[in-house]
């Protein structure tokens, strides 16, 4: 049996998967924050290059990975599917696991597969610089590794409660060449503001999202850039799926279930939409969509459009909110942390093509340990809500007899996070309201 089943380079997609070829139903369009119309193409030309603002559009089926980026790639891709043998042998269960590993990448998460096109199809563009905001940093730190891959300068705004508890992350950004700053910071107008209101203040992602757009919008050179719940990031992302794909055929298997866990979608989204075309097409696939249960968009959520940031700057998204003012606890999966949901993500839970599950910390920390301590490899928090699904998954199958095949994506490894695992050992995880 084998562990571990890998790809060579060559086998690197030539495309990505764009499901929006494929939805029953279209997406409804993003409408503009002040006129409340659809917005078009040059609404979005201010902070965005045309060939993205073009992917966020486009019902090309297949769209054209470039070289420059497939190159890349290739520094950690294609990444590895392992079989979750010691998994399946503790639990006992007739099921197969597998699963897709992100935390290969340089950055040790999935946001890499999205921030190196973006950087590259900005430097095409003729733009020297990117800026973006982050909230536990995975996502700057990301941007941080592709800018310097092509060149360009980086400004991180990192929210402030994050950037004083989470010096790692911080220092990866300047290790990549990034720079990075506390928000709210004094470089921007919107950062001065609430500073001016709350010397104190400890940020949040909706105030560094402002700054950061407020900086690409007033300079020439530079651009916004976003790490998840947009179209064209849901379609980088879909190289997860396409080659699990390749490699579960290799494996001679398909699977039942798909599953990962949603902040704002895209790993999710990466692993699931290439086999959710199957499922359109009529094979009996399930996919799973897991999210915390202080932050359960999708479970609690309500679809209607909402803004994407607190201060309503960002276009009007059709998706599941919990309302843009909504401030979910400190959580220590920081990256799903966010009270929308992917139009995509939102579109297909709506048309019942997907289902959702939402757990509470302590039990996600559970399984986090057992996979740690069967496969190796401590998972990211976010990656440890799809492995609590997964148990859930192969549980069952064992009560039902079945010889299901379960798929999940593990989107990053924990490395920087083990100050949650300690709260985790000495007990002081209850519920959900645990801050770090
Ligand atoms: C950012 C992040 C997530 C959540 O973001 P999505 O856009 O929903 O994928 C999940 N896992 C890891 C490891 C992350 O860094």
Wanted: charged share 20%; with cysteine.
């Amino acid at each position: 049996m084998q562990r571990k089943i890998t790809l060579e380079e060559h086998e690197i997609p030539t495309a990505y998967y764009n499901i929006l070829a494929d939805l029953p139903k279209p997406l409804d369009p993003p409408l503009h924050p002040g006129t409340k119309q659809p917005i078009g193409p040059q609404d979005l030309a201010a902070i965005f290059p045309m060939e993205l603002i073009k992917q966020e559009v486009s019902t090309e089926r297949f769209i054209e990975i470039p070289d420059e980026v497939r190159n890349a790639y290739a520094m950690f891709r294609p990444t590895p599917l392992f079989r979750a043998i010691e998994l399946e042998r503790a639990l006992d269960t007739p099921a197969q696991i597998y699963y897709k590993y992100e935390g290969v990448s340089p950055a040790g998460s999935h946001k890499l597969n999205t921030a190196l096109p973006q950087a590259f199809y900005n430097k095409q563009a003729g733009i020297k610089r990117l800026a973006t905001e982050t909230g536990a940093g995975q996502w700057g730190s990301s941007l941080s590794y592709a800018c310097n891959f092509f060149g360009l300068a980086c400004k991180v705004y990192m929210v402030r409660v994050s950037y004083d508890q989470k010096p790692y992350r911080r220092s990866m950004i300047r290790t990549w060449g990034g720079e990075v700053v506390a928000s709210p910071s004094t470089d921007t107008a919107s950062g001065r503001a609430v500073l001016q209101r709350d010397r104190n203040s400890t940020g949040s992602l909706g105030i560094a999202i402002s700054e950061a757009v407020e900086d690409a919008a007033g300079r020439e050179d530079t651009n916004y850039s976003l790490g998840s719940v947009l179209n064209h990031v849901l379609l980088h992302q879909t190289i997860i799926g396409l080659e699990a794909k390749q490699q579960l055929a290799k494996a001679g298997v398909y699977p039942d279930v798909v599953i990962g866990c949603v902040g704002g979608g895209s790993n999710f989204g990466g692993i699931a939409l290439p086999f959710i075309k199957d499922k359109i097409d009529g094979k009996p696939i399930r996919a799973i969509a897991v999210e915390p249960a202080s932050c359960p968009s999708l479970t609690k959520g309500e679809f209607r459009y909402d803004f994407g940031d607190l201060a309503g700057l960002t276009p009007l998204l059709p998706m599941y909110t919990l309302g843009h003012d909504f401030v979910p606890p400190s959580i220590h999966a920081g990256g799903l942390r966010y009270h929308g949901m992917a139009p995509i993500i939102s579109r297909l839970y709506l048309d019942r093509l997907i289902e959702a599950l939402a757990y509470e910390q302590e039990e996600v920390f559970e399984a986090a340990v057992l996979f740690a301590r069967t496969e190796g490899i401590i998972p990211a928090p976010e990656s440890a809500h799809a492995i609590k699904a997964a148990l859930q998954e192969a549980q069952q199958a064992k009560v039902e007899g079945k010889k299901k095949v379960i798929l999940f994506n593990l989107s990053g490894h924990g490395h920087f996070d083990m100050s949650a695992y300690d709260a985790f050992f000495s007990g002081a995880l209850s519920g959900s309201k645990m801050v770090a």
